[in-house]
């Protein structure tokens, strides 16, 4: 028996990062920087107007009031796009558009809102000081300032702020692609019939989802017969495609535990002091991971949780950190394996400004349901027997 911290330690030890990858913008959401990205140039590049309206000194226009406007002729229109190269006189006004270069000889932009509209002439009704409603240049990015760190992952805001210093590719992680197969004779696809001893296959469907809401691809190849040939051949014909191999099933002490069997030599199998979850596997084949998680589908998917995850995180040139935590007061009274670590499915609410998390009525490890209406794992160390409701509880949050 080793504890999970052991396990754990053991494979974030073996994991690599993957080596970086040139990728254009759109191919690299969701990837996670492997360079700093920073701004050739400042952002916005010039004084610019912050709204439609009219450029003026803000001296001319400083005794504008409701009921006794400043008249000012119009000598132009600039637009967003414009060079940049025009100008005003004082006593003179341009009509201005949102983005466009402020022109030279004005410091102050009256928003279209405060005058009469006027396109010959224009009555401002507002005063404003020097300033008003400009966008300097640098004011959201310096020149040379790091706008995305490497060990950024690019979702939305990442993304559009490395386009807007100019940069159409960017040097990446990839994302790490992970071949899923389960193993049992029982297994049947989804939309076949079921004859007697049969149950439709779960379990790769939920780790590939998982294994995207980790950053990952995943690959799922059809289930694989109790024949420890077969297994062993077919993973080898995966490495190609892989970064990573998950198998479930076929790791337990039974007769027909094809993935120990095919796999014993090249994965360490250990009973991991943990329920659910208890017999692990971790291994390297041809130095590509191969985690052999247990079958029992709720086993299957928080050792994916706790031990997969961070791997993938890893792999991603990410701090491989657990699930993001938080703490509980638990509703109700539960009790625990000693020995063991121990993850209880459970909801997670919030109100009154606090956390609370009930515990799932059900905990057996075949019981998807309770899976699928949790929101969170309640986690319960080693050394806990007993803990009462309104005790506080660290609460893996599932991803939602
Ligand atoms: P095993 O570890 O292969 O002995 O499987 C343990 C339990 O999990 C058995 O009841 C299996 O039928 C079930 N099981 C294994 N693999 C899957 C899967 N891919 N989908 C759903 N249930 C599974
Ligand atoms: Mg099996």
């Known amino acids: 028996m080793r504890s999970v911290d052991e396990h ?39 004084d610019n107007s912050a709204m439609d309206g009219y450029a003026v000194v803000a001296a001319d226009i400083a005794a504008a009031a409701e009921g006794s406007p400043v ?19 004082p006593g003179l006004t341009a009509r201005i558009m ?55 992952r690019l979702t939305a805001p990442q993304l559009g702020m490395v386009a807007a210093v100019g940069r159409p590719r960017v040097t990446v992680r990839p994302k790490p692609r992970v071949v899923v197969v389960s193993t049992g004779d029982e297994l049947r696809e989804p939309g076949s019939a079921l004859s ?21 691809v995943g690959f ?21 495609r892989a970064d990573a191999i998950i198998t479930t099933g076929g790791v337990s002490m039974g007769t027909r535990d094809v993935v120990k069997e095919a796999l014993t030599g090249t994965v360490g199998f250990h009973k991991v002091r943990m329920r659910p979850g208890k017999p ?44 993001p935590t938080v703490s509980a007061v638990l509703a109700e009274d539960v009790t625990s394996p000693t020995g063991l670590r121990h993850y209880l499915r459970g909801k997670l609410s919030f109100s009154g400004g606090s956390y609370s998390v009930a515990p799932a009525e059900v905990q057996g490890s075949h019981q998807l349901a309770s899976l699928s209406s949790a929101n969170a794992l309640i986690e319960l160390a080693e050394d806990t027997e007993a803990v009462q409701a309104g005790s506080t509880v660290n609460v893996l949050r599932l991803p939602s």
């Open 8 to 46: 754990l330690q053991e494979i974030l030890g073996r994991v690599k990062t993957l080596p970086p990858l040139d990728l254009a913008l759109l191919e690299a959401q969701g990837t996670v920087l492997a360079e700093p990205v920073s701004a050739p140039v400042p952002l916005p590049p010039f």
């Open 71 to 89: 008249t000012l002729p119009v000598v132009g229109d600039i637009v967003a796009g414009d060079s940049g190269v025009a100008a005003i006189r």
């Open 98 to 152: 949102t983005g466009a270069p402020l022109p030279a000889g004005a410091d102050a932009v009256i928003p279209v809102e405060w005058t009469d509209g006027g396109a010959a002439n224009v009555r401002v009704f507002r005063a404003a000081p020097p300033g008003n409603y400009i966008r300097r240049a640098g004011e959201d990015v310096r020149a040379g300032e790091v706008v995305a760190p490497a060990g950024t």
């Open 196 to 216: 007697p001893g049969q149950i439709w296959e779960s379990n790769s469907f939920m780790l590939i989802a998982a294994v995207v809401e980790a950053g990952g």
């Open 220 to 240: 799922r190849h059809a289930t694989v017969e109790d024949e420890p040939g077969d297994v062993l051949e077919m993973l080898h014909d995966q490495l190609v």
């Open 280 to 323: 692990q596997g971790f291994g390297l084949l041809e130095g590509t991971p191969v985690f052999t998680l247990p079958g029992n589908p709720v086993s299957a998917y928080v050792s994916f949780q706790v031990f997969v995850r961070p791997a993938l995180l890893a792999m991603q040139g990410l701090p491989p950190e657990p699930l």
